[in-house]
C-alpha cells in the first residue's frame, strides 16, 4: 500500500466538503420541502405543488449542494478505496442529526445521540485503515 | 413479503450501484487537477463511462424502491433496515474490487452500520 502525501492529504479535504454540503442540503431540502406542502402555502393538489417546488429557489440551492457531494463522492472514488469511501462518509449522518437539532429544532432521542456516537468512533476506526488498499488502477476496458 | 422484496432491491441497488460507480472512477483514473477545462474533461468522460452509467441506473432502481416502499411500509422500519447496505457494499468492494478489508476497517464498517441503525430507528 503506498499513498502519496497528495492523495493523503486531498482524501479528507474532499470528504469534509462533501459531507458538510450534503448535511447543509439535506437542511436546505428539508425546510423547502415542509414549506412547499404546507397547508399555508397553496393548493394541495399536485400541479400547484410541483409548481411551487420548482420555483422555490430554497430546494435548488439544496438540490445544487448534494449535486456538489455526489460529485465529490465521486471523486473521492476515483483514487480511495469504496470500502474507506462508503463508511467515512457515514459521519454525514451525525452532521445530519446535528443539524436537523439545531437549524429545524427537531427533537433528538437518547438513541440517535448514542447511535452519533458510534458511527462517529467506527468513522475513526475506518480512517485509521488507510485511504488505499490496491496498487494498480485498472486497464480501461 | 413484498416489503422484504423491496427492501432488498434497495440495499442490493444500492450495493450494486456503488461498486459499478466506483469501477468506473477507478478507470477513469485519479482526479488530481484543479484546472477547470480538464476538469469538464474529465466530467465528459466519467458521464460516458458504461460502468459509472450502469451504477447510476442501479442506484435509481434502489431509490424508486425505496420511495415505493415507503408507501405502505414505515419508515422506521426501512431506514434502519437499509443501513445492512454498508456491511454488503464492503463484501461487494471485497469479492469485486479486490480491496483489502483490514480488521480495524471491518470493524469501524460494523459499528458504522450499527449506529446507522440505531439513528434511523423512531
Not at chain 2, 424502491?65 to 454498508?86: G, N, Q, R, Y
Request: with cysteine.
Amino acid at each position: 500500500m503506498k499513498e502519496s502525501e497528495d492523495t493523503q492529504m486531498k482524501t479528507p479535504v474532499v470528504l469534509i466538503v462533501a459531507i458538510i454540503s450534503q448535511a447543509i442540503g439535506n437542511v436546505f431540502i428539508t425546510k423547502a420541502m415542509k414549506l412547499i406542502t404546507s397547508p399555508v402555502a397553496g393548493g394541495d393538489d399536485l400541479v400547484s405543488t410541483v409548481a411551487r417546488a420548482v420555483t422555490n429557489p430554497t430546494l435548488w440551492l439544496g438540490t445544487a449542494l448534494l449535486i456538489i457531494f455526489f460529485v465529490l463522492y465521486s471523486a473521492a472514488l476515483s483514487w480511495a478505496d469504496l470500502s474507506f469511501v462508503l463508511p467515512a462518509t457515514a459521519f454525514g449522518y451525525v452532521l445530519n442529526v446535528a443539524a436537523g437539532h439545531y437549524f429545524l429544532s427537531e427533537s433528538v432521542t437518547p438513541a440517535r445521540w448514542a447511535g452519533s456516537l458510534i458511527i462517529t468512533l467506527g468513522v475513526f476506526l475506518v480512517s485509521r485503515s488507510g485511504v488505499r488498499t490496491i496498487d494498480t488502477p485498472q486497464e480501461i476496458s | 413479503m413484498m416489503t422484504a422484496l423491496m427492501i432488498a432491491i434497495v440495499v442490493l441497488g444500492g450495493s450494486a450501484g456503488d461498486v459499478f460507480i466506483t469501477k468506473g472512477m477507478k478507470q477513469i483514473g485519479e482526479i488530481s487537477t484543479i484546472n477547470l477545462h480538464q476538469l469538464l474533461w474529465i466530467a465528459l468522460r466519467v458521464l460516458s463511462n458504461k460502468n459509472f452509467i450502469i451504477g447510476i441506473v442501479f442506484m435509481a432502481c434502489s431509490f424508486f424502491a425505496f420511495l415505493s416502499v415507503l408507501s405502505w411500509a414505515d419508515l422506521s422500519f426501512v431506514l434502519p433496515a437499509t443501513s445492512l447496505s454498508f456491511v454488503i457494499t464492503t463484501a461487494g468492494a471485497k469479492f469485486v474490487l479486490h480491496e483489502r478489508i483490514s480488521r480495524v476497517r471491518l470493524a469501524g464498517t460494523v459499528l458504522v452500520c450499527l449506529g446507522v441503525a440505531l439513528i434511523s430507528l423512531p
